[in-house]
């Protein structure tokens, strides 16, 4: 940090002005005039709101996806489907017991079972071979999407969030003024603000487990030098097989998450992969801080273009995707 | 400077005769190419359209695909949307139903200004993609296929949003209507057979030996004294120009365009027919559109016919191209090849039998 101020004071300034406006523009009661320019601050918060909240659901899905790519190099263009599969059986298995956390411990063991098998059955045999790996994937989302599209048909379906977490809850941000000076107070639904906190100790824990655990370091040091790896005895496929399960064990509790507070439906899987590519190429293929900073920002730019500039939000995701591909083109957070 | 470099070998070659070109493309080429010219006297107006002349627009797609992949060893997904946008443009600048929009210049105006416009734009996605190698290019290619295609469903004032355009109507020029089977069909041929000579062509002009140069080595390429980069993009270029062509055709047979036809299935599909039919060789594309338009065409009578359900043709396509993908990397031309080889072995080794080894 102190590092960072020390070669970049200019971009640290910048940086440090942008978050002083925020945290102003998210705490201070706006003036008729601002809300004039900005629109109502209400619009403003919960853009702001969904988008972190967003963020954190495709934080779920592209670490997974990053941490995959990172070890094995394997670029699995069916993440999606592992989602969005982990979505339904989330769903039925959320109606069929009543339990939405039985829902998500299922839907992350059984995905990740078949992230084992996907493993196991087709990727040990085609390791270092990218393109083939990338045709295979594409491949295997085809036959799971019409699969999934023969299970479940083509409607949409919701996840139904338990009890303890439905309905608002009343954050301390003043939205507007009522005429007898009292503030009115943003509420906001429990169960996104819950899936924050949810994705932030998700990503705690994999930070955590990778920087400071032995499994960990033998992950870390097959991203660098698989050969060199298994040379020194680590049994690295079995490495492998672990990371695969839980990076798609992630796609399928994501998947859950997601049909929680958005909606499952054919075509998601594609949505939440493009997602998830553009959140890697953003902020870094293999880094677990570059997809909780890309997903950051691509899901304000969801959410602040489709609020500011409705025809042109998924503009704003790419012209972000390009600037940073013109500026950094191993991504914001990658070390190379 | 690098890219006319290796034309010293080219020009060494002394210039063959019209007898020695014909008889060097080989019987099978011969047949094939009269086959396609004859085709309208042999295929009902069903075959010849909407089977034989999309195989040949979707497999021009796909060749454009083929030559990056192929020659500059670039995947690419960004083809379709290169045609898809020249479609947009045809439809934007030309004439269609949805009259607020369209601005209904002449067709030699719309069509050039459409394919220049398109081309640069494939060139611009070429520049930017080439920036990252391999897997980082399909990402990249994929998110600005699927960018297009969001822009392109919630732009009403442009794209005319969910609903696109319809009623695009082929021009009536020399007196012919080219929207007719049997013209259109010619037309199509045409531009087909410009497209593979074309890519033929490049992939021996030294242009094209320098990029395979940096398929193969980019390094020692680099060290050469080639630009890596400029040749890369010059391949999109290239490549972009034929998508683009292509992408009118396209508009052209479906009479409409929307979102959907440069949406994502789409974009992945002109990557599976490419690789189904091969990345080796400019005739792998068509090969695999013929395949893929006949499975879309006839999968459901015949999975009807099987008893099963026939909503689930793209399961079918799925397992094939898996099954494709798994087993022969060089895709059904691939297939050929090795069966073929295999064919001449076992002749070999039954004549040297006779022989008695001696031909050893």
């Known amino acids: 940090?102190?590092?960072?101020?020390?070669?970049?004071?200019?971009?640290?300034?910048?940086?440090?002005?942008?978050?002083?406006?925020?945290?102003?523009?998210?705490?201070?009661?706006?003036?008729?005039?601002?809300?004039?320019?900005?629109?109502?601050?209400?619009?403003?918060?919960?853009?702001?709101?969904?988008?972190?909240?967003?963020?954190?659901?495709?934080?779920?899905?592209?670490?997974?996806?990053?941490?995959?790519?990172?070890?094995?190099?394997?670029?699995?263009?069916?993440?999606?489907?592992?989602?969005?599969?982990?979505?339904?059986?989330?769903?039925?298995?959320?109606?069929?017991?009543?339990?939405?956390?039985?829902?998500?411990?299922?839907?992350?063991?059984?995905?990740?079972?078949?992230?084992?098998?996907?493993?196991?059955?087709?990727?040990?045999?085609?390791?270092?071979?990218?393109?083939?790996?990338?045709?295979?994937?594409?491949?295997?989302s085809i036959i799971f999407a019409d699969l999934l599209l023969w299970g479940y048909g083509g409607d949409t379906f919701q996840v139904t969030a338990p009890d303890w977490l439905s309905g608002p809850v009343t954050l301390p941000f003043a939205v507007a003024l009522r005429s007898n000076g009292e503030a009115v107070m943003m509420t906001y639904p429990l169960v996104r603000i819950a899936i924050l906190c949810g994705a932030i100790i998700v990503g705690v824990l994999m930070w955590l487990a990778l920087n400071r655990t032995r499994v960990g370091m033998l992950v870390r040091a097959g991203v660098d030098d698989r050969d060199m790896l298994s040379a020194t005895g680590v049994r690295v496929q079995l490495v492998f097989v672990m990371v695969f399960a839980f990076g798609a064990g992630l796609a399928g509790l994501a998947g859950v998450v997601g049909g929680t507070f958005q909606s499952l439906q054919p075509g998601e899987d594609t949505r939440i992969l493009l997602s998830s590519l553009v959140v890697v190429i953003v902020g870094g293929m293999g880094s677990i801080p570059g997809a909780a900073v890309g997903a950051l920002i691509v899901g304000l730019a969801e959410q602040f273009g489709s609020v500011y500039m409705p025809t042109y939000a998924v503009m704003l995701t790419f012209i972000i995707m390009v600037a940073v591909l013109a500026i950094r083109p191993q991504g914001l957070a990658a070390r190379r | 400077?690098?890219?006319?470099?290796?034309?010293?070998?080219?020009?060494?070659?002394?210039?063959?005769?019209?007898?020695?070109?014909?008889?060097?493309?080989?019987?099978?080429?011969?047949?094939?190419?009269?086959?396609?010219?004859?085709?309208?006297?042999?295929?009902?107006?069903?075959?010849?359209?909407?089977?034989?002349?999309?195989?040949?627009?979707?497999?021009?797609?796909?060749?454009?695909?083929?030559?990056?992949?192929?020659?500059?060893?670039?995947?690419?997904?960004?083809?379709?949307?290169?045609?898809?946008?020249?479609?947009?443009?045809?439809?934007?600048?030309?004439?269609?139903?949805?009259?607020?929009?369209?601005?209904?210049?002449?067709?030699?105006?719309?069509?050039?200004?459409?394919?220049?416009?398109?081309?640069?734009?494939?060139?611009?996605?070429?520049?930017?993609?080439?920036?990252?190698?391999?897997?980082?290019?399909?990402?990249?290619?994929?998110?600005?296929?699927?960018?297009?295609?969001?822009?392109?469903?919630?732009?009403?004032?442009?794209?005319?949003?969910?609903?696109?355009?319809?009623?695009?109507?082929?021009?009536?020029?020399?007196?012919?209507?080219?929207?007719?089977?049997?013209?259109?069909?010619?037309?199509?041929?045409?531009?087909?057979?410009?497209?593979?000579?074309?890519?033929?062509?490049?992939?021996?002009?030294?242009?094209?030996?320098?990029?395979?140069?940096?398929?193969?080595?980019?390094?020692?390429?680099?060290?050469?004294?080639?630009?890596?980069?400029?040749?890369?993009?010059?391949?999109?270029?290239?490549?972009?120009?034929?998508?683009?062509?292509?992408?009118?055709?396209?508009?052209?047979?479906?009479?409409?365009?929307?979102?959907?036809?440069?949406?994502?299935?789409?974009?992945v599909d002109m990557l599976i027919i490419a690789v189904v039919g091969g990345l080796s060789r400019p005739l792998g594309p068509f090969i695999g559109a013929l395949v893929y338009v006949l499975l879309r065409t006839f999968a459901l009578d015949v999975l009807e016919g099987l008893g099963l359900d026939g909503r689930r043709y793209q399961l079918l396509i799925g397992l094939g191209f898996l099954i494709i993908v798994l087993f022969s990397p060089d895709g059904l031309i691939g297939i050929w090849q090795r069966l073929r080889e295999r064919y001449r072995r076992s002749d070999e080794a039954r004549d040297g039998a006779m022989g008695g080894g001696g031909a050893r």
């Open chain 2, 1 to 267: 400077m690098a890219l006319a470099g290796l034309d010293i070998e080219q020009r060494a070659r002394p210039r063959e005769s019209f007898g020695e070109w014909v008889a060097r493309r080989g019987t099978a080429f011969w047949v094939v190419a009269a086959l396609l010219v004859l085709m309208p006297a042999i295929a009902s107006p069903f075959w010849l359209v909407q089977i034989i002349a999309y195989a040949l627009i979707l497999g021009m797609i796909a060749l454009s695909l083929m030559f990056l992949a192929g020659y500059g060893g670039i995947v690419s997904l960004v083809q379709m949307t290169v045609a898809g946008l020249a479609g947009y443009l045809v439809a934007i600048l030309g004439s269609s139903a949805i009259t607020q929009i369209s601005l209904n210049w002449p067709w030699w105006a719309a069509v050039p200004i459409a394919i220049l416009v398109a081309t640069v734009f494939g060139t611009l996605c070429g520049a930017l993609s080439v920036r990252t190698e391999g897997i980082y290019t399909i990402m990249i290619t994929l998110a600005i296929a699927s960018a297009f295609y969001y822009l392109t469903l919630q732009n009403y004032t442009i794209f005319n949003g969910f609903s696109g355009f319809n009623g695009i109507l082929p021009p009536v020029f020399l007196g012919v209507d080219w929207g007719q089977g049997i013209p259109f069909y010619y037309l199509t041929l045409c531009c087909v057979a410009l497209a593979y000579g074309a890519v033929i062509y490049v992939s021996r002009a030294p242009f094209g030996l320098a990029l395979q140069g940096t398929r193969d080595n980019p390094r020692r390429m680099a060290a050469l004294g080639f630009d890596v980069v400029a040749h890369r993009i010059a391949a999109y270029g290239f490549a972009s120009l034929i998508a683009a062509c292509a992408g009118v055709l396209l508009v052209w047979y479906q009479r409409q365009i929307s979102p959907g036809t440069a949406g994502v299935g789409p974009v």
């Open chain 1, 1 to 140: 940090m102190a590092d960072f101020i020390g070669r970049r004071p200019i971009w640290s300034l910048i940086i440090i002005l942008a978050v002083a406006i925020l945290v102003w523009l998210i705490f201070a009661i706006w003036t008729p005039g601002m809300e004039a320019s900005f629109g109502r601050k209400r619009v403003f918060l919960s853009a702001l709101f969904n988008g972190i909240t967003l963020g954190a659901l495709y934080f779920l899905v592209a670490s997974g996806f990053t941490l995959i790519f990172g070890l094995m190099r394997n670029v699995n263009l069916a993440h999606g489907s592992l989602y969005l599969f982990g979505g339904y059986l989330g769903y039925s298995v959320g109606e069929w017991t009543g339990s939405w956390l039985v829902a998500l411990l299922v839907a992350f063991l059984v995905v990740a079972i078949v992230g084992i098998l996907m493993q196991v059955l087709l990727f040990r045999w085609m390791e270092g071979q990218d393109l083939r790996q990338t045709l295979v994937t594409i491949g295997l």
